[in-house]
């Protein structure tokens, strides 16, 4: 069976089969804004890594920023640091257009013309697409990426971004900008995705003009976002596709579960394996520095600092992310010895 198949007998679960979640709760917001001021505190002095420098514009970034938020799926926001300052989102876009393109197909579709799986390899990987018949793998990395941006509804690059900007400022519950300058810096530099993209179009895996997608793939990258806004993008995947801001519903709850599958698989390309490991939650990571993380029904956490370690991660984002996913109580796998008062 191809991976793009749905699971044996999933033909006999209908739409309206009853389900139950296990979500739990995040710690009450004085305990949340605590913890934020720690690991601010904790993980400022780091200096590990280097800015991102193959894009001109973001080769600029102050290594010294550094931002955290934590948007609840109850409604409530915390941030500390440099949490306001704007930022283009980057790849972590990927997720959200994702989204958007499984809300239009639905989910299954989308999997079966873009893909779901980890390639292992670094996100421009050409390779991966040679190796998978043409196959652009997953929406995370840039090929998936591409073929995603390319499958938005729209007739038109105007209609296709239009829709984009409009879908991506819905998750983050207001007006979402384009950074000009970081654009046309990626625009003049971007002929790698306009080879994934016509290498794409030459297996019959790409549903739209190659560089008028590569163009409009450069402007979602190019959004300008902030801490705070991506932890409450995260936090509306975390609640059923509803905003806890604006309380607008923006997805559905089957698209979320969906994306954050694709996340937790792949969100952190060849170190994702790690991630999981590590930290038990699906992510995304953006070259800009941010690092998107979701505790499904609980909320969002958001870091931004732009020095990356060598898989393109933010080095503080990491380190604040796995410790605040301890101490939060956000990873999924992990549980507690609640029946048991002897070791056996």
């Not at 801490?227 to 604006?246: F, I, K, Y």
């Not at 698209?255 to 698989?265: G, I």
């Not at 029904?297 to 604040?320: H, M």
């Amino acid at each position: 069976m191809s991976s793009t198949e749905p699971p044996a007998g999933e033909e006999r679960f209908a739409a309206g089969d009853a389900q139950f979640v296990s979500t739990g709760a995040l710690p009450d917001g004085r305990r949340i804004d605590e913890l934020l001021d720690e690991a601010l505190r904790r993980f400022r002095p780091e200096q590990a890594g280097v800015v991102a420098d193959y894009i001109p514009a973001l080769a600029a970034a102050d290594p010294g920023l550094f931002g955290l938020s934590v948007a609840e799926a109850a409604g409530g926001r915390h941030s500390v640091g440099d949490a306001l300052e704007p930022f283009s989102i980057q790849s972590i876009s990927k997720a959200f257009v994702f989204a958007l393109v499984c809300q239009e197909l639905g989910s299954r579709r989308a999997a079966e013309l873009v893909g779901v799986d980890n390639t292992g390899l670094p996100f421009d990987s050409v390779t991966a697409i040679e190796l998978n018949d043409g196959s652009p793998m997953n929406p995370m990395v840039n090929a998936g990426a591409l073929a995603t941006t390319a499958l938005v509804p729209g007739a038109t690059s105007a209609a296709k971004w239009k829709a984009v900007q409009d879908g991506l400022s819905a998750f983050a519950g207001r007006p979402l900008h384009l950074d000009i300058p970081v654009y046309e810096s990626e625009a003049s530099t971007n002929l790698r995705n306009q080879s994934i993209a016509r290498l794409l179009e030459s297996y019959g895996r790409l549903a739209f003009d190659p560089l008028a997608t590569t163009d409009v793939y450069t402007k979602q990258c190019s959004l300008a976002v902030t801490t705070e806004d991506l932890a409450v993008m995260g936090a509306t995947l975390a609640d059923g596709g509803v905003n806890p801001v604006t309380g607008r519903r923006v997805v559905d709850a089957d698209v979320c579960q969906h994306v954050l599958a694709a996340m937790a698989t792949s969100g952190l390309y060849e170190r994702s394996g790690t991630w999981l490991y590590d930290i038990g939650l699906p992510g995304k990571s953006g070259v800009s520095g941010g690092i998107l993380t979701i505790a499904p029904g609980k909320g969002g956490l958001a870091t931004f600092s732009p020095p990356l370690d060598t898989a393109g991660n933010s080095v503080r984002g990491v380190l604040a992310t796995t410790w605040l996913s301890r101490t939060l109580g956000l990873n999924l796998f992990a549980s507690s010895d609640l029946h048991h008062s002897e070791t056996p």
